[in-house]
């Protein structure tokens, strides 16, 4: 298969290796990038395998609660001058408001229900938006939670809508223990509550390219296994919210500090705005020298 430049790049964004490195990788996996973030972590030379996470797209992460329950959004625009707009930003509220309130299952639900009192629906609010703001907008995402008698929400919004984090609580009614976990959520962007969550795929994959890059390392071959679950447990703490040092008190573990408040994490979102998305690569030279030339 034919390593194109633009894969090259891909993959150095997703490593942070050369781009030797990375070229090597994909002729080695005949393209293949998962494979070939994999080759680099086994060589060492990538520090950890980032599937699709370029922060590209703009807009907001918003959150809203009432009473029992909370919703967190993302709606996208195509550039962050945009995003912080006064139109736009009570233009987010609204629809979050609006999701909160009907609890659509979906994205494409959500668009079809009736929006206001015009008969309109969301879909047709969003694009009287875009006539006026003159952007693409979209809704992306979103997830409604309802709380039990003994939960507790957490929000916390950081830069300005650039992340957006919504945990709950078990056992406890405490929403500063929440939002304290939401806030260490939004730093260290882990991916599960608890190690009982991850895969048996995932931990699997994650033990052969740790036994690797142990063998690529010299090992001796009766300590790689010894070796290798030791670096897993290291896998563990630095995926999984439970496991992770506290932000706010690093001689504790989330799940420690969780518990001294008689709960557990029952769950978590975190919006990333953009993350996964590509992003349009504008040459603003070339357009302004377009503009000059007409």
Same mark, same amino acid.
């Given at each position: 298969?034919?390593?194109?430049?633009?894969?090259?790049?891909?993959?150095?964004?997703?490593?942070?290796?050369?781009?030797?490195?990375?070229?090597?990788?994909?002729?080695?996996?005949?393209?293949?990038?998962?494979?070939?973030?994999?080759?680099?972590?086994?060589?060492?030379?990538?520090?950890?395998?980032?599937?699709?996470?370029?922060?590209?797209?703009?807009?907001?992460?918003?959150?809203?609660?009432?009473?029992?329950?909370?919703?967190?959004?993302?709606?996208?625009?195509?550039?962050?001058?945009?995003?912080?707009?006064?139109?736009?930003?009570?233009?987010?509220?609204?629809?979050?408001?609006?999701?909160?309130?009907?609890?659509?299952?979906? #994205? *494409?639900?959500? =668009?079809?229900?009736? !929006?206001? %009192? &015009?008969?309109?629906?969301? /879909?047709? @609010?969003?694009?009287?938006?875009?006539?006026?703001?003159?952007?693409?907008?979209?809704?992306?995402?979103?997830?409604?939670?309802?709380?039990?008698?003994?939960?507790?929400?957490?929000?916390?919004?950081?830069?300005?809508?650039?992340?957006?984090?919504?945990?709950?609580?078990?056992?406890?009614?405490?929403?500063?223990?929440?939002?304290?976990?939401?806030?260490?959520?939004?730093?260290?962007?882990?991916?599960?509550?608890?190690?009982?969550?991850?895969?048996?795929?995932?931990?699997?994959?994650?033990?052969?390219?740790?036994?690797?890059?142990?063998?690529?390392?010299?090992?001796?071959?009766?300590?790689?296994?010894?070796? #290798? *679950?030791?670096? =897993?447990?290291?896998? !563990?703490? %630095? &995926?999984?919210?439970?496991? /992770?040092? @506290?932000?706010?008190?690093?001689?504790?573990?989330?799940?420690?500090?969780?518990?001294?408040?008689?709960?557990?994490?029952?769950?978590?979102?975190?919006?990333?705005?953009?993350?996964?998305?590509?992003?349009?690569?504008?040459?603003?030279?070339?357009?302004?020298?377009?503009?000059?030339?007409?």
């Amino acid at each position: 298969m034919a390593i194109t430049a633009q894969m090259v790049k891909e993959l150095r964004e997703k490593t942070g290796a050369g781009m030797m490195d990375c070229k090597k990788a994909l002729s080695a996996t005949d393209g293949d990038m998962d494979k070939a973030i994999d080759f680099l972590r086994e060589k060492g030379i990538a520090k950890a395998a980032k599937k699709a996470d370029r922060v590209a797209a703009e807009g907001l992460a918003h959150i809203v609660t009432e009473g029992n329950r909370a919703a967190i959004i993302e709606i996208n625009s195509e550039t962050d001058f945009v995003s912080k707009n006064e139109n736009f930003i009570n233009m987010v509220d609204q629809v979050a408001k609006h999701i909160l309130t009907n609890n659509p299952a979906s #994205v *494409e639900e959500a =668009l079809a229900q009736p !929006f206001g %009192e &015009t008969g309109d629906t969301l /879909q047709d @609010f969003i694009t009287n938006q875009i006539a006026k703001i003159g952007e693409k907008i979209s809704l992306r995402r979103f997830a409604v939670v309802e709380g039990g008698e003994n939960e507790a929400f957490g929000a916390y919004i950081h830069m300005g809508g650039r992340i957006g984090v919504l945990t709950v609580l078990e056992g406890t009614k405490d929403e500063q223990a929440a939002k304290d976990v939401a806030m260490h959520v939004a730093a260290l962007n882990p991916k599960y509550v608890r190690r009982e969550e991850v895969s048996e795929d995932e931990v699997n994959r994650e033990r052969e390219v740790l036994k690797q890059q142990a063998m690529n390392e010299g090992k001796p071959e009766n300590i790689v296994d010894k070796m #290798v *679950e030791g670096r =897993l447990g290291k896998f !563990f703490e %630095e &995926t999984c919210l439970n496991e /992770q040092a @506290f932000v706010k008190d690093s001689d504790q573990k989330v799940g420690k500090f969780v518990a001294s408040k008689g709960a557990e994490i029952k769950t978590f979102y975190r919006y990333e705005v953009g993350e996964g998305m590509e992003k349009r690569e504008d040459n603003f030279a070339e357009e302004v020298m377009s503009q000059v030339n007409k």
